[in-house]
């Protein structure tokens, strides 16, 4: 019997499912489970005033607990209500498989926990980011709905030979800097990697100015004004740092526009500005505004060259609905600066709505594809237009040699044997015995090729990044090989994990022994098990029994610890805080 998890993972698409890892629960400390605690308290502590109504009232929506890390089959049974899945993967995601989860209202969570060297911030992906972040504001219908609509946007965003290597980059770094045993040089090697390659992205590409409008809202996103604010980002929510200091007035509050897409971010440091938008339409209307200007909106030959340079998969719809697969290598121009012939360069498929078409996949076109389009001279309407009767006339009939010429001047001669219709709209025309001749006479098509399978299209009207039909052509990169260091725990460590755990059981029994409490507490001194988060626990249960003289020699062993750094002052003293209610 599936559990339900494996019910999810087998309603995704196969081509999605690559990226998919099991949750592991029981990986999961017990300090684990207590650092979860602390971030959640502290976190809403400060957010019941600080952020959007949505998130609040989306915690208890999501099925997230507040004492433990969330169980993935526990979150899916809330976020079902909503008509969203969750899902686990390990770390970053390439961006436009990102986009897709998104578009197919997936959630993708990462399920390592951040350590407690990184209670504050990890530019890491983690549960605390992801569960605690990203789920609670999907209850907001409006806002689900411009979630859903970025990730289908942003999953036909062309993306560059150099956005692959900064994703790498950023993905390297931010598994070295949440593993604790990583060098100083280690890190400044990564660091100097990433800015160097960032410093070469001076022309940015369509995922790259999209990631930033994502960046500036879905991650750290500010609602209402830049005078009186919430705070809607995932990057905020979940970080106990960043959302207290982002309210400094030396961080700047812009109004949000398609402007924030010049802006460009480090994943390391706390932002130098944030963004507002005024409500969740304007978010939408920023979106839509920004993808106006995207490949798949405005086709043409500026995509097609978009595309070319890309040098990965692209799909190029035409006006007859025609989708043509692969990497775009050529473009011809007619003497009004349209499409005239396209050209790919290995698998390539050809499909209509989304599904490729019988006999048009990458194993018949495994070498690539080119065809005219555009304006037939002598036709009085589009060639896609024509019914049966029609093609009769003017001299398309099967099994008849035929000669016709394009506006453009390119003219294609041939036996015509066999045509494809989808929905009404003639697709595509095969031909025996061909030539396809430029109008400077190159030979675009020789007869010894084979057959010419030609394109039915008038016009190219959009251009995305990747194929129509992923099922049967995917070109999604495989799974990083770039994982989470396993951290190797010592047996000190070991020990304070049972002490955590020990905490627990004495915290959710309902009579506390104050003998064996201050036996424990006198176990973690000897052994040297204290640190922050054990004593901010220990704390609490005092507290309950009100032992004053157990609480006077943890908090001075917190006051200790406190001298440590103005981080670690910061953690205790907002502990201290929230147990003093």
């Known amino acids: 019997m599936q559990s339900l998890y494996q019910e999810i993972i087998a309603e995704i698409p196969q081509y999605l499912q690559q990226y998919i890892v099991d949750q592991n629960y029981q990986r999961y400390t017990s300090r684990d489970h207590a650092l979860w605690r602390y971030i959640m308290r502290r976190n809403l502590a400060f957010l019941q005033e600080h952020a959007h109504s949505s998130y609040l009232n989306g915690l208890e929506k999501t099925g997230i607990s507040i004492d433990r890390i969330p169980h993935i089959d526990d979150m899916n049974k809330s976020l079902s209500k909503m008509g969203w899945k969750a899902v686990i993967v390990d770390g970053f995601l390439p961006p436009a498989v990102f986009m897709e989860f998104q578009f197919h209202k997936i959630l993708v969570i990462s399920a390592d926990m951040r350590s407690i060297q990184h209670v504050l911030y990890t530019p890491a992906p983690d549960i605390v980011h992801e569960a605690a972040g990203h789920a609670p504001i999907i209850a907001d219908e409006e806002y689900a709905e411009f979630l859903q609509k ?17 994703y790498e980059a950023i993905r390297h770094l931010s598994i070295i800097k949440e593993y604790p045993d990583t060098s100083k040089e280690e890190l400044e090697k990564a660091k100097k990697n990433l800015n ?13 100015k999209l990631s930033r409008l994502h960046w500036w809202t879905v991650e750290y996103g500010l609602i209402g004004t830049p005078e009186s604010y919430k705070l809607y980002g995932a990057g905020l929510l979940s970080s106990v740092g960043e959302s207290k200091n982002c309210l400094n007035p030396s ?26 938008n005024k409500d969740w339409r304007h978010l939408l209307n920023v979106l839509e505004e920004f993808s106006d200007s995207l490949s798949f909106r405005t086709g043409g030959n500026k995509a097609i060259e978009t595309a070319i340079a890309s ?3 692209a799909t190029c719809t035409l006006s007859s609905g025609l989708q043509i697969s692969g990497v775009l290598s050529r473009l011809l121009k007619d003497q009004d600066d349209n499409p005239a012939y396209l050209k790919t360069t290995g698998a390539t498929s050809l499909a209509y709505n989304n599904r490729q078409i019988n006999e048009h996949g990458i194993d018949y076109h495994a070498d690539g594809f080119g065809s005219p389009v555009g304006v037939i001279k002598n036709l009085t309407k589009p060639l896609e237009e024509l019914s049966n009767s029609e093609m009769k006339q003017f001299g398309f009939e099967k099994g008849k040699n035929i000669s016709f010429e394009f506006s453009s001047g390119i003219v294609v001669k041939g036996k015509l044997i066999n045509f494809v219709r ?3 709209s003639l697709q595509i025309l095969t031909f025996d015995n061909c030539k396809v001749i430029s109008p400077n006479a190159e030979e675009l098509f020789n007869p010894a090729w084979g057959l010419f399978d030609m394109a039915v299209g008038l016009s190219v009207d959009s251009v995305y990044s990747g194929t129509a039909d992923k099922q049967k052509h995917n070109v999604y990169p495989p799974k990083s090989n770039q994982i989470a260091i396993p951290i190797k725990y010592s047996e000190k460590d070991q020990s304070k994990f049972k002490a955590y ?3 627990c059981n004495i915290r959710t029994t309902n009579i506390i022994d104050p003998k064996k409490l201050n036996s424990l507490w006198d176990k973690l001194e000897k052994d040297d098990l204290t640190e922050w988060l054990i004593d901010l626990e220990m704390v609490e249960l005092a507290q309950i029994i009100n032992d004053m003289d157990l609480i006077n020699k943890i908090k001075n062993e917190l006051k200790i610890l406190a001298k440590q750094s103005e981080e670690k002052k910061d953690i205790i003293e907002s502990g201290l805080k929230l147990l003093d209610g």
Do not use: R, W
Request: include cysteine; charge should be negative.
């Open 150 to 166: 970025f990730g289908e946007y942003g999953m036909k965003a062309f993306s560059s030979k150099l956005d692959n290597e900064i």
């Open 251 to 276: 961080v700047k509050k812009l109004p949000l526009s398609v402007e924030c897409t010049n802006h460009n971010y480090d994943i390391t440091k706390e932002q130098p500005q944030l963004f507002v």
């Open 422 to 424: 989808e929905n009404g």
């Open 501 to 503: 755990n020990e905490i």
């Open 196 to 208: 160097a390659k960032i410093a070469l992205n001076t022309d940015p590409s369509e995922m790259t």
């Open 311 to 313: 040098n990965s998969a």
